[in-house]
């Protein structure tokens, strides 16, 4: 199916939205949909609906086209019908201090990639049960996938477990694995 062709079959269930279909180079495989902000829930529900089956979350990822382009960020989500054996990338553009509704109720698998989007790029994902850093540790400052992020920012790594044991105990457990291993080696 081609973009447009899955903009006529979601358009009646997302009344008063603006589809758009969009250039891609691998457009024949993947087509591509420009959905606005507000629909984005509305979209993937009338993707996973009967016909189209696009049940399964693949990835969410984001482009930052910070000073060049405003709105400044685009979320690609890209979805996946197994059963029809399609594809469909949903473009989603929006500000730095917009958020969009989160997917996690559609797709569960969504979460984790939400909660990587809102450590690196800062974007935030209204309804997501979990929000919170997932990459960086919990007192850093800024989110380094951002084309404004200082680069040159020096911060030392903290670690917040101590180690559980020793050297020595360490190579005590690893001669002891090795003598169990060898010793229950068929002769």
Not at 59 to 83: E, G, I, K, Q
Not at 138 to 161: E, F, I, N, S
């Amino acid at each position: 199916m081609t973009a447009d062709e899955l903009i006529a079959a979601i358009a009646p269930a997302i009344p008063g939205a603006r589809l758009e279909a969009l250039a891609s180079a691998d457009a024949a495989v993947t087509p591509t949909i420009g959905v606005p902000r507000e629909f984005i829930v509305q979209a993937c529900r009338a993707l996973q609906g009967p016909g189209l089956e696009f049940v399964a979350f693949s990835d969410v990822t984001a482009v930052d086209f910070h000073p060049n382009r405003l709105p400044r960020f685009d979320l690609v989500y890209h979805l996946v019908s197994p059963h029809r054996r399609a594809r469909v990338r949903l473009k989603v553009q929006i500000n730095a201090q917009e958020a969009v509704a989160t997917l996690t109720l559609l797709y569960p698998g969504a979460g984790w990639p939400e909660r990587e989007l809102y450590d690196l790029f800062g974007i935030v994902f209204d309804g997501h049960a979990d929000l919170r850093r997932l990459m960086m540790p919990d007192d850093w400052d800024g989110h380094p996938l951002r084309k404004d992020y200082p680069v040159q920012l020096r911060k030392d790594a903290q670690t917040y477990m101590p180690l559980q044991v020793t050297q020595e105990e360490f190579q005590a457990n690893m001669e002891r694995d090795r003598f169990q291993r060898t010793a229950a080696k068929p002769k």
